[in-house]
């Protein structure tokens, strides 16, 4: 399914590329009723300003509301700087309320005051209420479009409210009884509504037991409830327990990705940022910005190898081999601790564990990190037998001697490497920090660190030579 949903829409952008180019208005505007909203929003993005404009005054007011309300945040600006005020008011006040927001909020102090004068009461009331929310927050990604009912309505009552509210169809999976204060008291389904006896009052059929979220709750928090729990969206309450929006599936998906993509980031030594550009609309400069703080800063405590090695100087001019097998020292710490870091900052951001766990997780990193070490170490001892038989070695220092004493040194590196690895993201964690701060290029530069440390002290060590 998913596969033929791809292979439309270039489908769909060729129709209407066609019907523009031959001239046809009629059929391009009935297809703009008829196709996705996002493809047709996507045809739109590619054409002029006047032309946009020219395509949404054909459509009717509900149209040009939802197809502007997936317009890139760029092109809505656009459009308000282009249209007048009483104009842009009317579209504004048919976009999805949480996109309204989030477009009210992208205007200057002076532009908002400019509009709204020319919105209706009940608009102007939502977006100044739906704004005032962090954006991280259940408030701040919530709606205003669902349908509500009174807990002590029959059946006939509540429908014959619902008609008259005219949420979107896409909010009325659920349908939220609410007592005369807005306080909620439970939920019942569109289907539980149609088929019972139109005189069954709603308080007989009504679901009790049902999950929400605060509204200054966190957004990722919000979104993993509604993912846990399979819902199609989740009622958003206040401290009084008065229902003041949802937050819908699809909005939940854009939280897991924008979270999941931060997560990344922040992993792989990028500053995130608090915008969601594309990479080619992201100027060179700004990725600069987002990647130079990690990478100096890494590099800066790198210098601290540099002086390991330079401790080690005498050690390396008597054992030449040693210097050879570094690199693969190195690129075995820093996969192993990155590993280890990975599923340890996926198990914590899902819940399936916490920090109070680290004792049990740092163990079962070690045991785990024992059963690599043995594969590593073999795999070593074999590469030294096979490849580096020819090197020259001290007086008195046979090749298996040397192979035994650089894969042991690699099988400690691999075992402290995943202990860094698990250990680091959950003393963030513990600390209060995001566990995802512990970046995949800081973890490796400490273990590469903490790599030669063992590596030349295994070496000094047993094979008596300083």
């Known amino acids: 399914m998913e596969e033929n949903e791809n292979d439309q829409e270039p489908e769909n952008q060729d129709l209407l590329q066609d019907l523009s180019e031959q001239g046809k208005t009629a059929e391009l505007v009935e297809m703009f009723e008829e196709l996705p909203t996002m493809d047709v929003a996507e045809f739109m993005e590619e054409k002029p300003l006047e032309e946009v404009i020219e395509y949404l005054q054909k459509l009717d007011l509900e149209d040009q509301g939802r197809i502007f309300s997936d317009f890139s945040i760029d092109l809505q600006l656009k459009l308000f700087h282009e249209l007048d005020r009483r104009t842009f008011a009317k579209i504004f006040g048919q976009m999805f309320s949480d996109i309204r927001a989030d477009l009210y909020q992208e205007l200057t102090k002076e532009e908002q005051i400019e509009l709204l004068p020319y919105l209706d009461k009940k608009v102007r009331e939502d977006v100044i209420i739906l704004s005032a929310y962090p954006p991280d927050t259940a408030g701040g990604i919530m709606t205003t479009d669902f349908a509500t009912i009174f807990a002590d309505m029959t059946m006939a009552e509540a429908l014959a409210k619902i008609r008259k509210d005219a949420p979107s169809k896409d909010m009325i999976y659920y349908i939220y009884a609410v007592d005369h204060s807005m306080v909620m008291k439970g939920l019942v389904t569109l289907k539980d509504l149609v088929m019972h006896d139109p005189k069954t009052r709603v308080n007989e059929m009504l679901n009790e037991f049902f999950v929400y979220a605060e509204v200054n709750e966190d957004r990722e928090s919000v979104a993993q409830k509604i993912e846990k729990y399979d819902l199609v969206a989740i009622p958003v309450l206040n401290s009084l327990n008065q229902l003041v929006g949802i937050v819908s599936h699809e909005e939940a998906i854009d939280v897991i990705r924008k979270e999941e993509t931060e997560d990344m980031e922040k992993f792989m030594g990028i500053m995130p940022s608090e915008d969601d550009e594309e990479y080619m609309s992201t100027s060179s400069f700004h990725h600069f910005k987002k990647r130079v703080v990690w990478l100096v800063s890494l590099a800066a405590i790198g210098i601290i190898s540099g002086m390991i090695i330079n401790e080690y100087q005498g050690v390396l001019e008597q054992f030449i081999i040693l210097a050879m097998y570094m690199p693969m020292m190195a690129a075995t710490g820093g996969n192993t ?130």
Not at 427 to 433: E, H, K
Not at 438 to 459: C, E, K, M, N, Q
């Open 337 to 466: 601790g990155s590993q280890a870091a990975t599923v340890v900052i996926r198990a914590l951001s899902l819940g399936e564990i916490n920090d109070k766990d680290w004792l049990r997780i740092v163990f079962k990193e070690m045991k785990i990190s024992f059963m690599l070490s043995v594969c590593v170490a073999v795999l070593t001892y074999l590469k030294i037998a096979f490849l580096s038989f020819h090197a020259l070695l001290p007086v008195g220092f046979s090749m298996s001697q040397i192979a035994i004493v650089i894969s042991f040194a690699i099988a400690i590196q691999v075992v402290s490497s995943a202990i860094i690895g698990a250990g680091l993201p959950l003393v963030v964690r513990r600390m209060g920090g995001d566990p995802a701060v512990v970046a995949s290029p800081a973890i490796t530069t400490i273990v590469d660190i903490t790599g030669l440390l063992i590596y030349f002290t295994v070496a000094s060590l047993t094979l008596g030579i300083s």
